[in-house]
């Protein structure tokens, strides 16, 4: 006589075996897809000041910089403007290829990416305004820009 349960198939175990390998393969899969696509979008911006300490270790690696455009340095040409960037320490040139926002303006602040050159200029080819973080409401029976894109 033989028991009940007793005679278990080889072959559940092993296909149990092969669910769990797979399942361990897809989640290790994501999570590298997860980590890989963070560290590219969580590069911040590196101050001129930054840049100068790193030297020519940083010359020619993709990186942000960021600071406030000074005024008086705003220069264009075409689709490309030239401006220094400064932190209030050290000033930095950049070229930036391509144009720039239209809220794009000497006294305001930036972060361009792009890389630094052997020649000491920093090359930008994407350029990103910093506005403000004060949220000024419309006055009182004044209709948000933004309610008047509808005609």
Do not use: C
Not at 123 to 130: E, F, N, Y
């Amino acid at each position: 006589m033989t028991e009940v349960g007793a005679s278990r198939s080889p072959l559940l175990g092993t296909t149990r075996a092969r669910i769990a390998v797979a399942l361990v393969a897809i989640a290790g899969a994501l999570v590298w897809v997860a980590v890989s696509g963070l560290s590219n979008n969580l590069v911040y911006y590196r101050t001129p000041t930054e840049i100068l300490r790193g030297g020519p270790s940083l010359s020619g690696q993709r990186i942000r910089l960021g600071g406030l455009v000074l005024p008086g340095t705003v220069r264009a040409a075409g689709s490309d403007v030239d401006f220094v960037v400064s932190d209030e320490t050290t000033r930095m040139s950049v070229e930036a290829s391509g144009g720039v926002p239209s809220l794009f303006r000497a006294g305001q602040g930036v972060v361009v990416e792009g890389y630094y050159g052997r020649d000491g200029v920093f090359h930008a080819d994407t350029v990103l305004v910093k506005h403000s973080d004060q949220y000024r409401p419309p006055a009182p029976g004044e209709t948000p820009t933004s309610a008047r894109l509808g005609g």
